[in-house]
């Protein structure tokens, strides 16, 4: 499958017998028809569902004619993360930047709890930076930068302590222009929230995986949330993440509020918004 690169690989492309593969993909149930020279992007596409239906029939792929995969601030992303090789989280860093757009105007500072390499406060801090830049807001950044602290029984079997460590040079390598702004929190959550507990909030951002971290996040800024006021769960509804779905829920079955998730994955809910229930 390497070897099929339209892009670095022409020669050894157009030496792929395509009538060939096709037959054999349409044998084995993967799709109905293909095209049979897949060089404009949405024939290619296809040709890569064919493939992934193949390896992995429960995966759903979707649409490739994005136009937000052309936005001046998602490529600069994508160069400055060197997120060319996978690119599986890049939905969910535009579903952040969109979410931004609806909370701009509501007082208060920003969060991130579960920091890693910094990628969501790239967004969140390019999204509002003449906020940061004018002073008029902080971003408060609480990561052990040890990884994830011990899973308990409501976390699965996916995680383990200090999975996805970053130290606090990779997470500020790429945000050191919003150094002013910026406020690290180094420790264990929640053992520092206390250092912000008279502080309010426009925009949180949760992303720590598992069931007791995200329990103390949402209950430590749930009321610091000003209303019209987002926080977002990136780890929400994931299978891998059972813990800080429930974590979630659980603070939020007698709150107006609810998650509203994303097809991605990850959800979020506006403070003050009343939400219907899940169907």
């Known amino acids: 499958l390497n070897k099929i690169s339209y892009m670095d690989n022409k020669q050894l492309y157009k030496n792929i017998n395509f009538t ?20 404009e992007l949405e024939n290619r596409f296809i040709w890569l569902a064919a493939f992934g239906k193949l390896l992995v029939p429960e995966y ?21 993360y060197n997120d060319h090789a996978h690119g599986f989280d890049n939905d969910r860093k535009w579903n952040l930047s969109q979410l931004l757009r609806l909370c701009a105007h509501v007082p208060g500072d920003t969060a991130e709890c579960g920091v890693y390499k910094g990628a969501s406060s790239w967004f969140i801090l390019n999204c509002w930076r003449e906020f940061y830049n004018n002073g008029s807001r902080k971003h408060h950044l609480f990561d052990s930068f040890e990884g994830l602290s011990e899973p308990g029984p409501f976390d699965g079997t996916h995680w383990y302590k200090h999975t996805l460590s970053a130290s606090v040079k990779e997470a500020m390598e790429k945000l050191e222009r919003f150094s002013s702004a910026i406020v690290i929190h180094k420790g264990w959550i929640p053992e520092k929230f206390f250092e912000i507990e008279t502080s309010n909030f426009a925009f949180v951002h949760i992303d720590v995986d598992i069931y007791e971290p995200t329990k103390a996040s949402i209950e430590f800024f749930y009321p610091r949330l000003n209303n019209g006021g987002i926080l977002i769960c990136d780890d929400y509804g994931f299978s891998t993440c059972p813990g800080a779905t429930l974590a979630i829920d659980e603070f939020l079955k007698d709150k107006p509020e609810r998650m509203i998730s994303f097809a991605s994955g990850g959800g979020w809910f506006m403070k003050g918004v009343e939400t219907q229930a899940q169907y």
């Open 20 to 39: 060939d593969l096709g037959k054999a993909l349409r044998r084995n149930g993967c799709m109905d028809w293909l095209p049979y020279d897949p060089v």
């Open 60 to 80: 759903h792929f979707k649409r490739a004619q994005m136009d937000w995969w052309s936005n001046p601030l998602f490529i600069n992303f994508i160069e400055e």
